[in-house]
Each structure stands twice: as structure tokens, then as C-alpha cells.
């Protein structure tokens, strides 16, 4: 039996390890939306950081905590339970001084309240390769999360453990019952023959998983606040740029081609969506489904990229540009327009350090060939699923720490249990990070109305304890004198924030209005996808992406597209197609 589960888990961190590196440098959540894949981008080299002890501490189980019967979900133990589990850890994320992924104020603060001792082994910025490595070795923490594939083949060794009987109360709060109910589709993915696997980290909401384009702020206001109804008006406003700012070239374009495809909704092509992250499926006219590759309206997304790249107004050298390394451009001053996610206002922030408190960028939505409103491709999305190791003596601590998450940072402050002052910690400065599997993602929508209001107004009605974390963390900046030696750590985060949702060209203010004005375009594979999908899928994007850049560049004329979608279709596109008819057909 020992052999035979062996000779599974190294055919699943085989299969595991091959997926990923055909993916990595693509895709990442992003700051903001999650989606079916990983949103927030990984680094190149295996970065990762191990506890003082590698090795997890004995669990001491007492007969107090064998007998300790639950009565309601924020009950503490009667003595400490270990628990082991692994993050995610990435250069970028800033904590308080003092802080770290190992030992933070959440882990401070379930310890106290819940006897809950919670050991983090390691942290990775290459989070989803090392967790295959553990899968593969059969050394897993207790709790953990993974990615849709990982789920999927931790489910078929039989590795996790059934925890339907947890997902209710008194295991899990009224909080988090409310916010799993309201995603019936996702919680059907975390489902097996009528038995439920994980409690799944849901989604931001729709409105954060569209593109934009961003425009550098001083320098669109300098040259006239031009209309950006068009991909016309877009180019024209690129080759203002190009000359009044003598630049070598102005729009972002890194080697995963991010903004590229954010941008093909500019020529109504729908080749991925989820913000880009992933192949979007759609109706093929004849009342079945295609791959969005096939439109014909992709290739004059590539014709005009290629235009582009030609004019000079592309990076030359953007294959080798890594995702990480694509902000350093925007810093320095040297490019003005990007498309990309809703987060990417945040990042930009750094250029006012060297250009002043005006040079932030702004959003817009992506301007069309034909002047049309833009249609928004959107997969369907989950963040990660959270999972127990299967025989973990203390299963029910998921869904507690989890619904101690929602209360801390969606009801504390408004049922009073803490005040605003107390909470803004536990959410700003990557701390939400640090929680590893014990979080949900809450839904953005209604939040980003009430704080932008509250920003314009400066009249605060809040309705959850969310909304009242992001104004609390925009206020800096709103009350910022423009003075550039007042403008501190505080002052940056508020208007990373602030280009997020907190005025009227912040991105997710832009995305309210896709939602409200019906700029949906839904796949038709909404829901999970067949394993051959999951199996082929991210082999057989690396031939599209291989041949977008070569064409791009201009080393393939634009006509070789057709043979590379002949060859897509050979290496599996047309069995993913198949499957996702016989799933999908008809529904």
C-alpha cells in the first residue's frame, strides 16, 4: 500500500511541476483579483523562506482537547493545539516592523483567543512550485491551500480530508456561512460524490477581474485631457507622449505580455479573460462553444501591436523583461500608458517620489477600434482552495480561524467587538498575506461605492468593516498637503489605494461601470474545468504565447498566426474544445 501511494504522489509532482513551469512568470491575483489561475506573479528564482525549525513540533493532544466538544465557532480550546501550515512570501509585501510571515499579530492573536499555536514551516515566493514539491514528497502541512490543479489531485490520492460536516455551525461563523452560500458555483468545485473538501477563498467580485488602461496622470493633463474613445485616440495620444517627453518608448510590455492581453477587448477579442489570466471559452454561432483564439478580430489585435512595436512605441527589448522588473520602467519615468489589472495604479506610485504628487496614473476603459462600448471577457473564479492534511486531529480549526478573518475585518468594527483603530492593522501592510489559508476574499463591489463617496464626500457611511480598512488607509492622502517631505510610507499606501478605488478614474470606479451598464461578456465554461483542460491547457498557451511575441517583434509575419493556431488545435486545443462541449454544451 506504502508503495503504491508513493508511485501516485511522484506521478502527481511530476505532472504538477511540469504544469508550472510552462506558467511561471505568467498571471497573478493579484493585488486584486484572484481567478482560476494564480493572478500574482512569481519570482524567477526559487526564493523561500524556512521557521527556525523546519521540522513542525510535536502535537501534544491532551485529553481536554480530545474531549472538547464545540459550542460555538469562536470557542477556544481548552489548551494549545499546534498547527502547522505554508505561505506565500513575496519581496514586494511590506510589513510593520516586527512583523513577519512567521510571527505577525494573527498568529499573536489566535493563540490568545483560540489556544491555536500556528506554525508557518515555510514561505515561498514560488509558493505553487514548492507546494508541489511537498505534495510529491508526501510532506504536507496541516492546513494549507492550492491551486485548482493541486486540488484536484489531492482529491484523487485521497490526501485531504471530508469536511462537509464543518462547513456549518457551530464550526463556522454566520459570517462565513453567508459569504459561501452567496458562491453556490464555487462551492460546487470543492465537491465530490456529495462531500465537500475545502472552504474555497472566493473571489474579489467581477469588478476585479477587468482590464484597463492606465495613463500617467501629469502628463495626460499636460497634454489636454484628450478623449480615449478609440484605439485612435489611444495611438495618437502615445505619439504625444513619445514627443513631448522625448521617450525611447511609452507603452508597458513585459515578457508574459500582460498588457497585451488586457488590451484585445480594444478590437472586441476575447482571446483571455479574468483580466488576461486565462483562455476564454464562447459561443461559436452554431450553438456550440470555441476558443476565443479563434476569433478572427484577434489577429487585429496583433496587426496593431505589431504596428505599434514597429513605431517604436514598445519596449524593444520587452521579451526579456521580467513581470517584477516591468515597474521599474514606470519609476523611472520612461513610459506613460500600460494596460493592465486593477491593481496596477498601486504600483505605479513610486514615480511620484521622483515626479510629484500628481504623476500617479489613472484609469480608463479600454478604448475600442470602432468607438463601441468595450465588452469585459470574464472566467469563472475562485482564489485558492483551503484543504486539511488527511488524519489532521484538529480539522475544525479551518473554519474558525477563518471565520475569526471575517469577523476582524468585515464585522468587528461595525458590531463593535473592536474598534476601526484596532482592526486597520490586520488588513494594511500585507498582513492579509500572512494568514495563508485561513482567509477569504471578500467581495469588493458595494465596498468601492461606499469608500469612494466617503472620499469624495468625506462623509463616512460604512457599512462593513472592509470598506472602513480601505478609507482608514486612503485618508493619508486624502489629508496629504503636497508637500514631498510629508510624503511618507502612510501618504504612498493611501494613494495606492486611492488610484484603486477612491475617485472617479480609480480603476474599480471604472469597473463598477462595466458591471452596472452590462459590459459582461460571461465564458461559456463557467465553472470548473474538465480535467484535459487542466491537463493541457497552460502546455498549449505557451504556443500562443511563443508566437504572439515572434510576431509582436515582428520576427513572424503576421499571417504565421493561422499556422500556429493549426498547430494549437493539434496539440490539444481541439481535445479541450471537445471536453468543454460534452461539459458544457447546452447548459
Given at each position: 500500500?506504502?508503495?503504491?501511494?508513493?508511485?501516485?504522489?511522484t506521478?502527481?509532482?511530476?505532472?504538477?511541476?511540469?504544469?508550472?513551469?510552462?506558467?511561471?512568470?505568467?498571471?497573478?491575483?493579484?493585488?486584486?483579483?484572484?481567478?482560476?489561475?494564480?493572478?500574482?506573479?512569481?519570482?524567477?528564482?526559487?526564493?523561500?523562506?524556512?521557521?527556525?525549525?523546519?521540522?513542525?513540533?510535536?502535537?501534544?493532544?491532551?485529553t481536554?482537547?480530545?474531549?472538547?466538544?464545540?459550542?460555538?465557532?469562536?470557542?477556544?480550546?481548552?489548551?494549545?493545539?499546534?498547527?502547522?501550515?505554508?505561505?506565500?512570501?513575496?519581496a514586494?509585501?511590506?510589513?510593520?516592523?516586527?512583523?513577519?510571515?512567521?510571527?505577525?499579530?494573527?498568529?499573536?492573536?489566535?493563540?490568545?483567543e483560540?489556544?491555536?499555536?500556528?506554525?508557518?514551516?515555510?514561505?515561498?515566493?514560488?509558493?505553487?512550485?514548492?507546494?508541489?514539491?511537498?505534495?510529491?514528497?508526501?510532506?504536507?502541512?496541516?492546513?494549507?491551500?492550492?491551486?485548482?490543479?493541486?486540488?484536484?489531485?489531492?482529491?484523487?490520492?485521497?490526501?485531504?480530508?471530508?469536511?462537509?460536516?464543518?462547513?456549518?455551525?457551530?464550526?463556522?461563523?454566520?459570517?462565513?456561512?453567508?459569504?459561501?452560500?452567496?458562491?453556490e458555483?464555487?462551492?460546487?468545485?470543492?465537491?465530490?460524490?456529495?462531500?465537500?473538501?475545502?472552504i474555497?477563498?472566493?473571489?474579489?467580485?467581477?469588478?476585479?477581474?477587468?482590464?484597463?488602461?492606465?495613463?500617467?496622470?501629469?502628463?495626460?493633463?499636460?497634454?489636454?485631457?484628450?478623449?480615449?474613445?478609440?484605439?485612435?485616440?489611444?495611438?495618437?495620444?502615445?505619439?504625444?507622449?513619445?514627443?513631448?517627453?522625448?521617450?525611447?518608448?511609452?507603452?508597458?510590455?513585459?515578457?508574459?505580455?500582460?498588457?497585451?492581453?488586457?488590451?484585445?477587448?480594444?478590437?472586441?477579442?476575447?482571446?483571455?479573460?479574468?483580466?488576461?489570466?486565462?483562455?476564454?471559452?464562447?459561443d461559436?454561432?452554431?450553438?456550440?462553444i470555441?476558443s476565443?483564439?479563434?476569433?478572427p478580430?484577434f489577429?487585429?489585435?496583433?496587426?496593431?501591436?505589431?504596428?505599434?512595436?514597429?513605431?517604436?512605441?514598445?519596449?524593444?527589448?520587452?521579451?526579456?523583461?521580467?513581470?517584477?522588473?516591468?515597474?521599474?520602467?514606470?519609476?523611472?519615468?520612461?513610459?506613460?500608458?500600460?494596460?493592465?489589472?486593477?491593481?496596477?495604479?498601486?504600483?505605479?506610485?513610486?514615480?511620484?517620489?521622483?515626479f510629484?504628487?500628481?504623476?500617479?496614473?489613472?484609469?480608463?476603459?479600454?478604448?475600442?477600434?470602432d468607438?463601441?462600448?468595450?465588452?469585459?471577457?470574464?472566467?469563472?473564479?475562485?482564489?485558492?482552495?483551503?484543504?486539511?492534511?488527511?488524519?489532521?486531529?484538529?480539522?475544525?480549526?479551518?473554519?474558525?480561524?477563518?471565520?475569526?478573518?471575517v469577523?476582524?475585518?468585515?464585522?468587528?468594527?461595525?458590531?463593535?467587538?473592536?474598534?476601526?483603530?484596532?482592526?486597520?492593522?490586520?488588513?494594511?501592510?500585507?498582513?492579509?498575506?500572512?494568514?495563508?489559508?485561513?482567509?477569504?476574499?471578500?467581495g469588493?463591489?458595494?465596498?468601492v461605492?461606499?469608500?469612494?463617496?466617503?472620499?469624495?464626500?468625506?462623509?463616512?457611511?460604512?457599512?462593513?468593516?472592509?470598506?472602513?480598512?480601505?478609507y482608514?488607509?486612503?485618508?493619508?492622502?486624502?489629508?496629504?498637503?503636497?508637500?514631498?517631505?510629508?510624503?511618507?510610507?502612510?501618504?504612498?499606501?493611501?494613494?495606492?489605494?486611492?488610484?484603486?478605488?477612491?475617485?472617479?478614474?480609480?480603476?474599480?470606479?471604472?469597473?463598477?461601470?462595466?458591471?452596472?451598464?452590462?459590459?459582461?461578456?460571461?465564458?461559456?465554461?463557467?465553472?470548473?474545468?474538465?480535467?484535459?483542460?487542466?491537463?493541457?491547457?497552460?502546455?498549449?498557451?505557451?504556443?500562443?504565447?511563443?508566437?504572439?511575441?515572434?510576431?509582436?517583434?515582428?520576427?513572424?509575419?503576421?499571417?504565421?498566426?493561422?499556422?500556429?493556431?493549426e498547430?494549437?488545435?493539434?496539440?490539444?486545443?481541439?481535445?479541450?474544445?471537445?471536453?468543454?462541449?460534452?461539459?458544457?454544451?447546452?447548459?
Amino acid at each position: 500500500m506504502f508503495r503504491k501511494k508513493s508511485v501516485l504522489l511522484t506521478a502527481i509532482a511530476l505532472t504538477l511541476l511540469m504544469l508550472v513551469s510552462t506558467v511561471s512568470g505568467c498571471g497573478g491575483s493579484g493585488g486584486g483579483a484572484g481567478s482560476a489561475t494564480t493572478t500574482a506573479p512569481a519570482t524567477t528564482a526559487a526564493t523561500t523562506t524556512t521557521a527556525a525549525t523546519t521540522k513542525a513540533p510535536e502535537t501534544t493532544t491532551t485529553t481536554a482537547a480530545e474531549k472538547f466538544e464545540r459550542k460555538a465557532w469562536n470557542d477556544p480550546y481548552p489548551e494549545i493545539v499546534t498547527v502547522t501550515i505554508a505561505n506565500e512570501d513575496q519581496a514586494g509585501w511590506l510589513y510593520y516592523e516586527g512583523e513577519s510571515v512567521f510571527d505577525n499579530l494573527w498568529t499573536r492573536r489566535w493563540a490568545k483567543e483560540y489556544n491555536v499555536n500556528v506554525v508557518t514551516l515555510w514561505a515561498a515566493a514560488d509558493y505553487e512550485l514548492k507546494m508541489n514539491l511537498a505534495i510529491g514528497a508526501g510532506d504536507l502541512p496541516d492546513i494549507f491551500y492550492v491551486n485548482p490543479v493541486q486540488f484536484t489531485q489531492l482529491m484523487d490520492a485521497n490526501l485531504i480530508e471530508d469536511i462537509t460536516d464543518l462547513v456549518k455551525e457551530p464550526y463556522a461563523s454566520p459570517g462565513l456561512l453567508r459569504m459561501l452560500g452567496n458562491e453556490e458555483s464555487i462551492m460546487e468545485t470543492t465537491r465530490r460524490n456529495g462531500k465537500c473538501y475545502s472552504i474555497p477563498q472566493l473571489h474579489y467580485g467581477l469588478i476585479t477581474q477587468t482590464p484597463f488602461l492606465w495613463v500617467r496622470n501629469d502628463w495626460y493633463n499636460e497634454v489636454g485631457k484628450p478623449d480615449l474613445n478609440t484605439v485612435a485616440d489611444l495611438e495618437a495620444l502615445m505619439e504625444t507622449f513619445m514627443n513631448n517627453y522625448n521617450l525611447d518608448f511609452t507603452m508597458i510590455l513585459n515578457d508574459s505580455m500582460h498588457s497585451f492581453w488586457n488590451s484585445t477587448p480594444s478590437w472586441h477579442s476575447f482571446a483571455r479573460g479574468g483580466g488576461g489570466n486565462d483562455r476564454f471559452w464562447m459561443d461559436d454561432g452554431k450553438g456550440g462553444i470555441m476558443s476565443a483564439y479563434d476569433q478572427p478580430e484577434f489577429m487585429d489585435a496583433l496587426a496593431a501591436w505589431k504596428k505599434w512595436y514597429a513605431n517604436g512605441w514598445i519596449r524593444p527589448d520587452f521579451a526579456t523583461i521580467k513581470f517584477e522588473n516591468m515597474g521599474d520602467d514606470i519609476i523611472a519615468g520612461k513610459a506613460g500608458v500600460e494596460y493592465g489589472a486593477n491593481w496596477r495604479g498601486r504600483t505605479h506610485v513610486k514615480s511620484i517620489y521622483n515626479f510629484g504628487p500628481e504623476s500617479y496614473w489613472i484609469a480608463f476603459a479600454p478604448p475600442t477600434v470602432d468607438g463601441k462600448p468595450v465588452k469585459i471577457p470574464l472566467s469563472f473564479s475562485n482564489w485558492r482552495y483551503s484543504v486539511v492534511r488527511k488524519g489532521y486531529e484538529h480539522p475544525d480549526i479551518l473554519p474558525v480561524l477563518i471565520s475569526d478573518y471575517v469577523h476582524v475585518l468585515d464585522e468587528a468594527s461595525i458590531v463593535g467587538t473592536m474598534t476601526a483603530e484596532e482592526t486597520k492593522p490586520f488588513g494594511t501592510n500585507a498582513m492579509q498575506h500572512v494568514t495563508g489559508p485561513f482567509q477569504v476574499i471578500f467581495g469588493h463591489y458595494f465596498d468601492v461605492k461606499e469608500v469612494i463617496e466617503a472620499c469624495e464626500t468625506r462623509v463616512e457611511k460604512l457599512s462593513s468593516g472592509n470598506a472602513r480598512i480601505f478609507y482608514d488607509e486612503i485618508q493619508p492622502w486624502l489629508d496629504f498637503d503636497g508637500n514631498m517631505e510629508h510624503f511618507d510610507h502612510d501618504v504612498e499606501m493611501g494613494v495606492g489605494r486611492w488610484a484603486q478605488m477612491g475617485h472617479r478614474h480609480s480603476s474599480l470606479a471604472v469597473a463598477i461601470g462595466y458591471e452596472d451598464n452590462g459590459h459582461y461578456l460571461f465564458s461559456k465554461a463557467w465553472g470548473p474545468h474538465p480535467q484535459v483542460v487542466l491537463d493541457k491547457g497552460k502546455i498549449t498557451d505557451s504556443i500562443i504565447d511563443v508566437a504572439v511575441t515572434r510576431i509582436i517583434m515582428g520576427t513572424d509575419p503576421l499571417d504565421s498566426w493561422k499556422k500556429v493556431l493549426e498547430e494549437w488545435h493539434q496539440a490539444g486545443g481541439d481535445e479541450m474544445i471537445k471536453a468543454i462541449n460534452d461539459y458544457y454544451g447546452g447548459k
